[in-house]
């Protein structure tokens, strides 16, 4: 690992304390060197506050030694006025004379003006160092950007046997499959993404909340697919915990075939980054089957049902697997 990698690893290890709360902004990481020393770090703000590089001036002490330092950065800095001002102009202003960017921003605000603006200042920029790692790292907002959708992540539990709920239940709760482990953990996605998305079937059967109630942090978007406006405030999806979206068929075009497509041209429209899907059977496997997703994320407990509602069928990539306690947990991409 050269110098620059190293700097840039650490940029990223820093933007993740940006998780779950910089949305729709990307949660950038950025460490500024002098003489091999780290001098300043800072990650993205709550959406609305100071951008990385902001940050990152900002806890540098003596200001006077920036124009002998190295700024390193996830993404290039951005060169237009949104809810702040334009981060390469700062760099500018303080003369710092060397910038390590790990990736290109290919959102058509920025989309090289940056690199360009702070070149024609006279500034030095390495470009493409981690590159792979930093478009891995900022996913949601490059799949938000390009694909013009949420990224989508898939979420299921499934007995031993394949089965992700049992032929009939009594009561108007969730019936466990993983440990409280595994469901804290689930607590904790809800807490890093936009939204989460279920359909009526699951409210019914379930009564979830979808909040993150055994962790720390903001409650997702609430999504709930409601064709025929079915829900009443009975159900828990409607209180005032978080927000809530009812798509129904006045929002979805019945005479086309992609639900999934609709559902998502929704969410973007919304600018909603990313998305858990964490519906039953059916609505996991309509987007499976249109292909709209990025990731799945499976746990396997150890229950048997012998009979009950089978698991989505789909294929991807296998990225991880680990235990936690007894349950399994398998991570794949879509590939």
Known sequence: MNIHEKYIKRCIEIAKNG???TRPNPM????????DNIIGEGFTSKYGGNHAEVNAIDSVQDKSILNQATLYVTLEPCSHYGKTPPCSDLIIAHKIPKVVIGCVDDNKKVA???????KNAGCEVIVGVLENACKEHHKRFFTFHNKKRPYVILKWAETKDGFIAPATKDTLKPVWITNEYSRQLVHKWRAEEHAVLVGTKTVFDDNPSLTVRDWTGENPIRIVIDKKNELSKKYNILNNEAKTILINNNLINKSQNNTAEQILNLLFENEITSVIIEGGSKTL???????????ARIFAGDALYKQGIKTPVFSGKLISERFIKEDILKIYLND
Do not use: A, M, P, Y
């Open 19 to 21: 998780l779950g709360t």
């Open 28 to 35: 950038v990481g950025s460490v500024i060197v002098h003489k």
């Open 112 to 118: 090289g003006k940056g690199i360009e603006r702070l």
């Open 285 to 295: 496997q309509t987007f499976i089957d249109t292909n709209l997703w990025d990731e």
